[in-house]
C-alpha cells in the first residue's frame, strides 16, 4: 500500500532553475495540499486542491504553481528558484468529511 | 500574529515522566483539533483527533480542548524513548484535509 507518494526525495537547484515536485496518492483522496516546513515555523500551506480541477492557494503560494488534472497527481512547480525556498516540502492528501491528512516522506531541496 | 502558537521546546525528560504538550490559537472557528508526531526525516503522521472542546484518550496519551480560552494540550503519561519525536498540533475549521493550520511544532526527548 504505497499511500502518497513523493519524488524526488533530495534536490538540489541552481538560483533560476525551475522544477516540478511530484506527488501521487493510490487512496482515491479527493483532497490534496502542499506544505513547506521550515526550522521553527512548523508547516505552512502553499496551495490545495478539493478535487480534480480545483485549486487554490494557501498561506505562501508566491513562487509556486500547481495543477490537477487528475484524483491521483498534485504536481507542485518552482518557476524561478530562489535561496529562499529551500525547505523540506511535504505533500498530504485526505478524504472528504474527515480531517485527517496524510503524508508522503517530503522532499528535501536546496537552492544554491 | 500567527493563528496558532506553539511552545516550540525542546523538551527533555526522563522515561516515564508526565510530559505536557500545550498550543494557543485566535481563530475561533476552528472546530476540528489534532495533534501529529513527526519522527526525525519523516512525514507528520496523525496521534489523536477531537472535534469541539472536551478530551479524549487513547491509551498512553490524553487530548484536551478549551474552546473558551482557545487552548489544546496533549498529554503523555508513561513516556517511553519510543516517544522522542517532535509533536505538532494543527487545527481546521473545515471537515476535511484541505485547510489544516499546523503549529511550529515540539521537540520532544525522552532520556531512558
Same mark, same amino acid.
Given at each position: 500500500n504505497a499511500g502518497v507518494t513523493q519524488t524526488p526525495k533530495f534536490q538540489v537547484l541552481k538560483t533560476g532553475q525551475s522544477?516540478?515536485?511530484?506527488?501521487?496518492?493510490?487512496?482515491?483522496h479527493?483532497?490534496?495540499?502542499?506544505?513547506?516546513?521550515?526550522?521553527?515555523m512548523g508547516l505552512r500551506l502553499i496551495h490545495y486542491s478539493v478535487g480534480a480541477g480545483i485549486t487554490d492557494q494557501g498561506e505562501v503560494p508566491n513562487g509556486?504553481?500547481?495543477s490537477r488534472s487528475t484524483t491521483e497527481d498534485f504536481p507542485l512547480r518552482l518557476l524561478s528558484a530562489a535561496p529562499s525556498q529551500t525547505s523540506v516540502y511535504f505533500c498530504a492528501s485526505g478524504r472528504t468529511g474527515i480531517t485527517e491528512?496524510?503524508?508522503?516522506?517530503?522532499?528535501?531541496?536546496?537552492?544554491? | 500574529q500567527k493563528e496558532v502558537e506553539q511552545d516550540p521546546g525542546p523538551l527533555s525528560v526522563p522515561e516515564g515522566a508526565i510530559v505536557s504538550l500545550n498550543c494557543t490559537y485566535s481563530n475561533s472557528a476552528f472546530q476540528y483539533f489534532m495533534w501529529y508526531r513527526q519522527y526525525s526525516r519523516k512525514g507528520p503522521e496523525l496521534l489523536m483527533y477531537t472535534y469541539s472542546s472536551g478530551n479524549k484518550e487513547d491509551g498512553r496519551f490524553t487530548a484536551q480542548v478549551d474552546k473558551s480560552s482557545k487552548y489544546i494540550s496533549l498529554f503523555i503519561r508513561d513516556s517511553q524513548p519510543s516517544d &522522542? !519525536?517532535?509533536?505538532?498540533?494543527?487545527?481546521?475549521?473545515?471537515? &476535511? !484535509?484541505s485547510k489544516i493550520i499546523f503549529g511550529s511544532g515540539t521537540r520532544l526527548s525522552i532520556r531512558p
Open positions: 522544477m516540478t515536485l511530484q506527488c501521487a496518492q493510490d487512496m482515491n479527493e483532497y490534496m495540499s502542499w506544505y513547506r516546513q521550515d526550522p521553527g509556486y504553481n500547481v491528512a496524510f503524508f508522503g516522506q517530503g522532499t528535501r531541496l536546496t537552492v544554491v | &522522542s !519525536a517532535t509533536y505538532l498540533c494543527a487545527m481546521s475549521a473545515y471537515s &476535511s !484535509a
